[in-house]
């Protein structure tokens, strides 16, 4: 009987080993990540190659999506040289605009530093306005440290949002 209960207990526990043993394995497994994400920043960096400016358009539109969504768990830093060079040169203000954006969602130090450096020769004022609320948020009250050009813009921003009037329009009563 003692016999018994000892290569009951030897099963049991042996069961809970194999069960906690393959919980670790599948923990393991889960921790790897998917193969897509080790490529993605090719494929979006490659996509952006594209000479349809809607190709362009929609692939920024997914590098903001995946960044957002998958944080610091997704390599998106292969596409971050060809974002500066369309916020940089590309014709469509509209790529430029979600190009900005797209770097803001990555978080790549190296591209901020650069589009802090070129935003004075964007020729875009709404392009020059998003990239200054993207670096304001980036570096708060040390953004306009060292760059007088951005202070300057800045200023512009700020005069041009005093004259516009943000008051809804009136409803008009409807009897």
Known sequence: MFTRRISVALFAASFCFAITADAQHVRVESERPAVWTMFVGQQIAESLESPSADIRVKSLENIILLARSYGDDLDLTEAVPKLLSIYKSDDDERC????????????????????????????????????????????????????????????????????????????AAVH
């Open 96 to 171: 430029r605009l979600a190009a900005v954006v797209g770097l803001h969602a990555i978080n790549d130090e190296a591209g901020f530093q650069l589009i802090r450096k070129s935003i004075a020769l964007q020729p875009s004022k709404r392009v020059q306005h998003a990239t200054l609320a993207v670096l304001m948020d980036h570096y708060g009250p040390d953004t306009f440290e060292g760059a007088e050009d951005m202070a300057g813009i800045a200023e512009s921003v700020l005069e041009y949002y005093d004259s516009v009037s943000l008051t809804p329009p009136a409803i």
